[in-house]
Structure formats: C-alpha cells, structure tokens
Nanobody, 115 residues
C-alpha cells in the first residue's frame, strides 16, 4: 500500500525558515503531480504550491516569492522550502501526490510561526 508522509514541521520565529519534506513509499510508479496544501485552525484547506511533469511549478498568492517547491532526487519525494515565515503561515501542512491517477494524502506536519 502506498503511503505518503510529511516531515520537517516545527516551531520557528517570524522571519525564519523551514524545509518540509514529503515522500511516498510503496509504489513502483512515479508521481505525476505533487502538491502542498495547508489548513489553519478554523479555516479551509488551501493550496500552497505544486509541481508537475518536467518541473512546472505553481504557487498560491500568499506564498509567492517566499516558498519554493522542488522535486527530490529520490523517486516520489518533494520539498517545500519556506522562507520569511509569518504567523499567518501557521497551519498543518499536507502533501498530496498523484500516482496513476490516484490522489494520495499524508497525515500532515504542523508548522507554527511565533511573532
């Protein structure tokens, strides 16, 4: 069974940086699309960043210029480099990977930014 797992969350001060990682295990197929979403307390889940195919990326408006999504060298790994974090970035961050048409989600990793 394919499993998606995120890591790298934590507590950071405003202006700081974090790098999130996501890996899908248990599949011999490559992800065709990988994306990051986040959900803050009491709010709907929102798109943060995504990468498809040969490396085309897309970002949510609130993170453009601060966050960078990239594929890892290992199959089905993706990173989210987050710079210049603000308290508004506090949320649980989820990774979604699309493998053979199936969208697979991780359990999320908590990011807390203190002011």
């Amino acid at each position: 069974q394919v499993q998606v797992a995120e890591s790298g969350g934590g507590l950071v001060q405003a202006g700081g940086s974090l790098r999130l990682s996501c890996a899908a295990s248990g599949s011999i197929y490559s992800s065709t699309a990988m994306a990051w979403y986040r959900q803050a307390a009491g709010k709907q889940r929102e798109f943060v960043a995504g990468i498809v195919g040969g490396g085309v990326t897309k970002y949510g408006d609130s993170v453009k210029g601060r966050f960078t999504v990239s594929r890892g060298r290992a199959t089905n790994t993706v990173y989210l480099q987050m710079n210049n974090l603000t308290p508004e970035d506090t949320a649980t961050y989820f990774c979604r990977q699309t493998i053979r048409g199936h969208e697979l989600w991780g359990q999320g990793t908590q990011v807390t930014v203190s002011s």
